[in-house]
């Protein structure tokens, strides 16, 4: 097998995705707190935005260099793109609830949700495995 099949171009296409947005939020975030005004309460939320921010950044980082390793990496890069699916739905979910108790639900995380589910699904198929699996020169 000389050439990424396309269940393969689409993961790593998807994870590119992924990892975009997750930078956005990240930036989102960051920017919020660099253009709060610190006053009573102000230094807390600061550091309550970037304490959020973080997780976004990790994921983003996640998602582009497994992204990058998909034409050289083994099964262990596989595995990697079902971690970042389950912990994008994971992360999703949890945005969800807290959003849902704030009534400021958008629908967004329906996104999410989907995006890591096609994740875990693309990278679990045999010719995605076959990819992984495949000898090295």
């Known amino acids: 097998m000389s050439q990424m099949p396309g269940t393969v171009k689409s993961t790593r296409a998807l994870l590119l995705v992924v990892g975009a947005g997750n930078i ?7 920017m919020a ?35 990058a390793k998909f034409t050289t990496g083994g099964h262990r890069i596989r595995k990697g793109a079902v971690v970042v699916g389950s912990l994008l739905i994971v992360v999703a979910l949890i945005i969800d609830s807290t959003a849902i108790s704030a009534k400021l639900f958008n629908g967004t995380w329906v996104v999410a949700v989907v995006a890591g589910a096609l994740v875990i699904v693309l990278s679990t198929r045999q010719d995605t495995r076959d990819w992984f699996d495949r000898p090295r020169p």
């Open 24 to 30: 956005v939020a990240a930036l989102w975030l960051v």
């Open 33 to 67: 707190a660099a253009t709060l005004q610190t006053g009573a309460m102000g230094q807390l939320i600061v550091g309550l935005l970037l304490l959020v921010a973080l997780p976004f950044g990790t994921l983003a980082a996640a998602a582009i260099v497994i992204a």
